[in-house]
């Protein structure tokens, strides 16, 4: 992977931040990684930093993954925006797509390999997972 990728984690629980956080060094020691635990504070930093991918939870404290979803692509319309969720909704999944999905993670297959897949697939950056 290329160094100096930046990421936004949007994720209300600090579980899975950590989680995800600590897979994507695993992948990139040299990758930055800044965090959000809502969409207000997702949004602030969306308008003031350029990102290379975010990962958006479906459902934070403040607000659904679809609104945060919408208002980024106002603000970085191109970016990869891979959405991890918890719920396995047909109805759901296709209406993100819609609205810019670039992607999505189950948290319960969330695993190295399914990350480095995923940004292999929407960053066009070689990814091995050790």
């Known amino acids: 992977m290329n160094k100096g990728l930046n990421i936004l984690v949007i994720e209300d629980m600090a579980e899975f931040r950590v989680i995800i956080n600590t897979m994507l060094k695993e992948l990139a020691p ?15 930093l969306i308008k003031v930093k350029k990102f290379d991918c975010v990962f958006l939870d479906y459902l934070l404290a403040d607000s ?20 991890v969720t918890a719920y396995d909704n047909t109805t759901i999944t ?25 940004m292999e697939k929407h960053l066009h950056q070689g990814i091995s997972v050790s």
């Open 30 to 44: 040299d990758i930055r990684i800044e965090e959000a635990i809502d969409e207000s504070s997702a949004i602030e």
């Open 64 to 83: 659904t993954g679809y609104s945060a979803l919408k208002r980024i692509r106002e603000h970085q319309p191109n970016i990869p925006v891979i959405m």
């Open 94 to 118: 296709q209406s993100l797509y819609r609205a810019g999905a670039s992607d999505f993670i189950s948290k319960e297959e969330l695993t190295s390999a399914r990350l480095a897949e995923v």
